[in-house]
């Protein structure tokens, strides 16, 4: 039960704060889910850089770019807070 509360909390903050000027603005957390990040993607990690490839047939692949290139750098900043 623990877990499924902090995922909804966690789908709550994505919604409010990353998409809030977007079409997903007052999606459910089944449509977030489903449609942003049930992604078909090949990831490749470099030593200096993290690769995603996106399948072509994704029908928001340039939304689904932006939202992963926002998450990394959201990931690089909390690491720089920690250190």
Do not use: H, P
């Not at 200096?48 to 992963?68: E, G, H, M, N, V």
Request: proline fraction near 0%; glycine fraction near 2%; hydrophobic fraction near 55%.
């Amino acid at each position: 039960m623990w877990f499924a509360s902090i995922a909804y909390i966690l789908m709550n903050a994505l919604r409010e704060q990353c998409l809030a000027n977007t079409e997903f603005k007052n999606a459910t957390v089944e449509i977030i889910r489903t449609k942003l990040l049930k992604l078909g993607a090949v990831i490749t990690i470099r030593k200096r850089r993290i690769l995603i490839a996106i399948s072509s047939a994704c029908l928001i692949k340039r939304f689904s770019q932006w939202f992963i290139r926002v998450y990394l750098n959201y990931l690089a900043l909390a690491d720089n807070d920690l250190i």
